[in-house]
């Protein structure tokens, strides 16, 4: 399946945006409106920081468990998850780079190691109903920057 990215603009340096995000922990605050009851373990930061969440959906007790497995400051950090009981297999990709006359590009790209049978069906969907709640997480981590 293809992978989805999502991107956005904003007025912080490229090393203020790194230094965010680098802190696994950070997370929680622009991806709760589709992942809750987070749990952290291992670092805070950089690769080996470890947390888990649950899908916000009614019912649901599908957990994924993430891990930070690279780290180059100041312009990637690359997680993996683990979900659907091990079905599902995921990677997350932050880029970030400099804008001319200062700012940052953040992009996120989120692939498919492993996707379970039903994900694999109808892959147009699967892949929307992923870049919508990512591209209103970019959005609230532009919000949680700008607030500082």
């Given amino acids: 399946m293809k992978p ?4 956005i603009e ?8 790194y230094e965010f995000l680098d802190v696994l922990g950070n997370h929680e605050a622009f991806l709760d409106h ?9 670092p805070a930061r950089g690769v080996g920081a470890k ?5 916000s959906a009614p019912m649901s007790q599908d957990w994924t468990d993430f891990e930070v497995v690279e780290s180059e400051a100041p312009t990637r950090i690359v997680e993996e998850g683990v979900g659907l009981k091990g079905k599902r297999r995921t990677r997350g990709t932050y880029r970030l780079e400099s804008l001319p006359g200062g700012g940052t590009t953040i992009s996120f790209e989120f692939a498919w ?8 069906l109808i892959p147009p969907m699967t892949r929307a109903f992923i ?8 959005r609230r981590l532009a919000k949680l920057l700008a607030e500082g």
Avoid: C, Y
């Fill in 113 to 120: 190691l492993e996707s379970a049978r039903a994900e694999r």
């Fill in 34 to 42: 589709f992942l809750v009851d987070w749990k952290f373990s291992g």
């Fill in 4 to 7: 989805v990215t999502v991107a």
């Fill in 131 to 138: 870049k919508r709640p990512n591209a209103k997480a970019m």
């Fill in 10 to 17: 904003v007025p912080q340096p490229v090393e203020e945006v």
């Fill in 51 to 55: 947390a888990e969440a649950r899908a």
